[in-house]
């Protein structure tokens, strides 16, 4: 009596009852296709998520004012400090803050863009060149702005997608064109990649970006700035630059207890770990609906075998009868729930990989190799664990008793 | 002694009770029964006699509640239930009444059946199987299922199965219940030449027409075993004048 008699057997027993078969496999299925897809949809949500924040700008860490009573428990509302060009000089000066790569002060107003006929509301934001990079931001056609026009204040800007199609036209590329600007005539030297809503604060496709410079002198004025925004050395020299941040604006704005700080310092580490440890709850929460399932089809195994000894009591009977050792009945049974659970599992392998390419939305499962190999393994698992009471039952069963009955 | 003067059966003051206190029904009460090699006895009874219990425990399915019991000189008792498999398997050919093959399985898988469990190879297996088949006379039908066969057919495989292992004792527990009168002296007919082969059968019935043809008859009564002296015909006259 080898191995291979007793998976015959077990195979014999299944195909004998086909559909009924199936029927169990299809728990097992569910199961495992939902413990795949689950994880896999968890995972590439947050890979889409890190996605975005990293499209917020990687390194990047803005400073903007606290508004006043902001925070709780603030109580020096009255003494708040805007954000000044010294703040963003301090800030730059590599004694005080070894890790930043870069400052770009940022000056934001609201204001009509025309030409010609067509006007629009846009927000004019004002800055170095380092704000590019800083921001993320990516110009569809011309080029940025840079020292040189930054030094001699050049009345040059670059415009949202939003501003270009209600300005110049729909899918225009007004290059070169002049567009006034609360009535200042810039030139368009760019126009920004669209990036549509959800990039930040605000719209960014109804931005105007021209240098601080000219921003300064034709539309706001020479006052304080609306956010700053700094670039880390690297990704891993993130965090100390937003702590060498806050001692340098602590000093500045006199704050001893970081409660009362009159500015905020927001950056994608933050929003990052905030979102990862959202998405980890989240993703065991799918995990554990698709346990549920799984538990619920190892069941459905149980129960199904347990039908199928008592059904074949008789059949049991007769092999007793002829000299089956309880190992060869016990071996028979549970061979074929191993099967029924493993089958199941590679099947509910393949559609749940499978069902991965329907596309969902934004983003795209991104399937766990480490959840295909748990999936598979917890099938085995099952087919032995859930199987293995009723086929110990067979096994047990007196050949006198299971040929007595019917 | 020699091996062929041990018994195939010894049982000695073997009880059999169901149930316990005043409930308790004593299908075997204190049975001696000897068989020796190649003996044809028929066990009779009415149905309820307790001769259906005594096969069960001849044939290892169930055990008894006293007494001792030594196939081919081997007491069962001192058996667990891994080495009662292995004596049913080597030692035992079963027949039962309703034939009892497997559902949905040939002729040929249900012979090769005890064979498997005996750890035979395939292909000695294919042989030994066919060659059981060829001898109850149904080579032609070894592909054929169950239920594409008659009940005298059925029974000549189960016949097959219980012999293809060439145990030492062929148990039958009314072997022809099931059949009508020509399947019967078919199969009766096949006993009759495995007698002939030196075959050891313990066959019961409660038909004295199948009991004729054994060497040796015991007549169970409410438990009690007693052996059948004289010829059938003689002791059926007997019998049916105290029935009158």
Redesign the interface.
Known sequence: ??VI?VVRFAV?GLI?NRLRSLLTMLGIIIGIAAVILLTALGNGAAQYIQGQITGLGANSITIIPRTAGGAAGSTSGASARPLTAEDAAAIADPQGAPDVAFVAPVVQTSADAASGRNTTSSTVVGSTPDYFPGSNTKIAAGRPYDRADLDEARKVALIGRTVADDVFGVNSTPLGQEILIDNVPFQVIGVLEARGQGGGLGNPDSNVLAPVTAVQSSLTGYGDLSQIVVGARSTDAQAAAESEINSILDRRHRIDNPDDRDYQVISSRQLAQVLDQTLSAFSLLLAAIAAISLVVGGIGITNIMLVSVTERT??I????????????ILGQFLVESVILSVLGGLIGVAVGIGGTFIPLGDFKPVVLPSAVVLAVGVSIAIGVFFGGYPARRASRL???EA?RRE | MTEQDVPVLDVRAMSKVYGEGETAVHALREVDLLVRRGEYVAVIGQSGSGKSTLL?IL?C??APTSGRYLLEGLDVADLD??QQ??????QIG?I?QSF??????TALANVE??L????VSRRRRHERARAALELVGLGQREDHRPNELSGGQQQRVAVA?ALV?TPALLLADEPTGNLDSASTSDVLGLFDALHRAGRTIVLITHDDEVAERADRVVVVTDGVLTERTGTVAQQSSIRSRATT
């Open positions: 009596m080898n008699e014999a004998a008789r059949e009977g007769i092999r007793k009868a002829l000299g089956a050792p309880p190992s060869a007196r050949p006198i040929l | 069960n044939g399915l169930d239930e891994r498999s292995i004596l049913r398997n080597r079963f039962f009892n093959l497997i559902p949905r399985t059946l005890p498997v469990y005996a750890g199965r292992t």
